[in-house]
C-alpha cells in the first residue's frame, strides 16, 4: 500500500511537468489558439466556396444513418481498449473490460477537447485507475498503449497504402513524396519502440527540466526510472503482448473503413471497400501530419475535400463527410464526459468512505 501511495507522486508531478511554465505555457497556448482560428477560417472558408445549402442537403440525405455512423465506432473503442489490457505490466490487474471501456472512453473525450500541447487524457486514465492498480503500472500501461496506438496507426497507414497505392492517379513527385513520407513514419515508429525499450521516461523530463520547461520536485526522477524499468522489463518478456496490442490498434485505425463505407453509403456516393479504405489511409496520413492542429478543426474537413478532388468525387460530399465525422467525435466526446463525471464521482465516494473508515 506504500508503493502505490508513494507512487502517486509520479502521476502528480507529471501533470504539472505536462505543460511548460511561465511565458512557455502562455507561447503554447498561444499558437494553439491561433491555429485553432486559422482552422476555423478555413471551415468557414470551405462553406462558403462549396455552398452550405450543398451541404445541408447532404447532410439532410444522411438522415438516420448518422446514428449507424456514431454506432459503429463502438467497434473501434473495443479494439483499443483490449489494446490496452494487453499491455499492463505482470501480474495483470483483475479490471473488469468494461470499466476499462469506460476510462478509455474518458480519456479519449479529454484528448479530443484538450490543446494539442498537453497529454491530459493519458493522466485522466491513470487517476481513473487509482485504487485498482498502483500508479507506476498504470503509467507504465498507458506509455506502453501510447506507443503500441502509434505504431498500429503507422501500420494501418503503410499497409493500407500499399493495397491502393496503385488506383491513386498522382504526379510522379506526388506519389514518391507520398511513399517517402510513409518510410519515415515507419521509422519513426521504429525509434520510438527502441527509444521505450531502453527508457525515455525520466531521461525526457530531465532535458525539459534542465531546459526550465518543466519543474521536477525532487526523487520523482527516481520513480520515473522505477517506471522505465518497469516497462523495460515489459518489452522484455511480454513481446507477443505488446505485438498483440499493436494488432488491436490496428483493427482500431481500420475499423475508420466502416465509417467511411457508412458515410458513403448514406450520402450515396458509389462506395467500394476499396474507395473506402483509400479515403481512410489518406485521411489518416493528412491526419498524422497535421497532428498539431486543434481538434483537427478545418484540417478534416479540408483534408476531406481535398481527397474528394483528387479522386473525382463531389467535393460538397467530401466536405459532408467531414462534418458527419465531426458530428461522431462530439458525440462519443459528450458520451466520454459524462463517463468521467460518474466514473469521478465515484471515486470521491470511494475516497470519503475510505477516510471515514480511517
Not at 507506476?136 to 506507443?147: G, H, K, N, P
Not at 467530401?318 to 469521478?344: D, E, F, P, T, Y
Request: hydrophobic share 55%; proline share 3%.
Amino acid at each position: 500500500m506504500q508503493r502505490v501511495d508513494r507512487s502517486a507522486q509520479v502521476i502528480e508531478t507529471l501533470e504539472e511537468a505536462g505543460l511548460p511554465g511561465g511565458s512557455a505555457t502562455r507561447r503554447i497556448r498561444l499558437l494553439d489558439h491561433g491555429l485553432l482560428v486559422v482552422g476555423l477560417v478555413l471551415f468557414v472558408f470551405l462553406l462558403r466556396h462549396i455552398g452550405t445549402r450543398a451541404v445541408l442537403e447532404n447532410l439532410r440525405v444522411a438522415g438516420w444513418g448518422i446514428s449507424a455512423i456514431c454506432l459503429q465506432e463502438l467497434v473501434a473503442y473495443v479494439a483499443n481498449t483490449l489494446g490496452w489490457k494487453l499491455v499492463f505490466p505482470s501480474p495483470r490487474p483483475s479490471i473488469p473490460f468494461l470499466r476499462l471501456l469506460a476510462v478509455r472512453m474518458a480519456g479519449d473525450a479529454i484528448n479530443y477537447l484538450t490543446p494539442t500541447a498537453t497529454l491530459g487524457g493519458e493522466f485522466v486514465r491513470v487517476r481513473l485507475l487509482r485504487g485498482r492498480v498502483a500508479t507506476t503500472e498504470a503509467v507504465a500501461s498507458v506509455a506502453i498503449a501510447r506507443v503500441g496506438q502509434t505504431v498500429g496507426q503507422i501500420a494501418f497507414i503503410a499497409i493500407g497504402l500499399w493495397f491502393v497505392i496503385d488506383g491513386i492517379v498522382l504526379p510522379p513527385a506526388l506519389h514518391w513524396g507520398l511513399l517517402l513520407l510513409v518510410g519515415a513514419m515507419v521509422a519513426s515508429a521504429v525509434v520510438l519502440v527502441v527509444l521505450q525499450r531502453r527508457g525515455a521516461f525520466a531521461p525526457l523530463l530531465r532535458v525539459l527540466r534542465n531546459a526550465g520547461l518543466a519543474r521536477v520536485s525532487p526523487g520523482v526522477e527516481g520513480l520515473l526510472q522505477g517506471v522505465d524499468r518497469m516497462i523495460a522489463a515489459f518489452h522484455a518478456t511480454g513481446g507477443w503482448a505488446f505485438a498483440g496490442s499493436c494488432a488491436c490498434f490496428f483493427v482500431g485505425w481500420a475499423a475508420g473503413v466502416i465509417e467511411v463505407y457508412l458515410i458513403l453509403y448514406f450520402l450515396q456516393v458509389p462506395v467500394t471497400v476499396e474507395r473506402a479504405l483509400t479515403i481512410e489511409v489518406l485521411s489518416a496520413i493528412l491526419d498524422g501530419v497535421l497532428f498539431f492542429m486543434p481538434g483537427t478543426v478545418g484540417t478534416q474537413e479540408g483534408g476531406k475535400v481535398a481527397i474528394f478532388t483528387l479522386l473525382g468525387l463531389d467535393e460538397a460530399k467530401g466536405l459532408s463527410m467531414g462534418i458527419l465525422r465531426r458530428i461522431r467525435q462530439l458525440v462519443w466526446a459528450g458520451v466520454g464526459l459524462l463517463i468521467l463525471s460518474r466514473l469521478q464521482a465515484g471515486l470521491r465516494a470511494t475516497g470519503e468512505t475510505a477516510t471515514a473508515t480511517t
